[in-house]
Nanobody
């Protein structure tokens, strides 16, 4: 069983930066993939970034425009999301997730989820 706890969300102005953290506890095998998704009320969860726990290889959708970066610290069991040049449309609850079905952007393929952290970008 894997437990995930996000932190680092908050209120930031347009153009600002935030770094989200996800504390990972429980068993994390090398074949795990970790990912960030975000969601606003009434919408589906949107893929933000994913990383292979073992190799550190990443996948990010082009829609993020190169503003976001995902990383992990295997020694500390931490996952991070660095967000730069934030826009009001980045406002959402951000979730970290973990699974063993490959590094991808499909929410249904991730088995474990955190409770989410709110990010609000003011205009």
């Amino acid at each position: 069983q894997v437990q995930l706890v996000e932190s680092g969300g908050g209120l930031v102005q347009t153009g600002g930066s935030l770094k989200l953290s996800c504390t990972i506890s429980g068993y994390t095998a090398d074949n795990y993939a970790l990912a960030w998704f975000r969601q606003t009320p009434g919408t589906e969860r949107e893929f933000v970034a994913a990383i292979a726990w073992s190799s550190g290889g990443t996948v990010l959708p082009g829609s993020m425009g190169g503003r976001f970066a995902i990383s992990r610290d295997k020694t500390q069991n931490m996952l991070y999301l660095q967000m730069n040049s934030l826009k009001p449309e980045d406002t959402a609850v951000y979730y970290c997730s973990a699974g063993v079905k490959g590094v991808n952007g499909i929410a249904e393929l991730y088995d474990y989820w955190g409770q989410g952290t709110q990010v609000t970008v003011s205009s």
